[in-house]
């Protein structure tokens, strides 16, 4: 598992590319935990990156957010 980048921002919802990187913003009104999976090509197996959302530094009310530089627009990802 890798650190996470910086804590993002909550808005907008979805994938931003920012300056230097990617915001990734998700609702959920019941999560405990989130994880974001970064992949490297759509029939990838595995993710290449794992990053582990921090509930007290990643997440404002219901929206888990992280910032992660270096991504590339057009990342593959899921959580």
């Known amino acids: 598992m890798n650190p996470v980048g910086h804590t993002g921002h909550s808005s ?3 994938a931003t590319v920012v300056d230097g990187g990617v ?3 998700l609702f959920s009104r019941s999560a405990t935990g989130v994880e974001l999976l970064l992949f ?3 029939d990838d197996a595995r ?6 959302l921090d509930p007290v530094a990643n997440r404002t009310y219901h929206y888990w957010h992280v ?4 991504v590339p627009p057009g990342q593959l990802y899921g959580y």
Do not use: K, M, T
């Not at 993710?47 to 582990?52: I, Q, S």
């Not at 910032?67 to 270096?70: C, F, H, I, K, T």
């Open 47 to 52: 993710p290449a990156r794992v990053l582990c």
């Open 40 to 42: 490297d090509r759509d």
């Open 23 to 25: 915001n990734f913003s």
């Open 67 to 70: 910032g992660v530089p270096g």
């Open 12 to 14: 907008p919802l979805g």
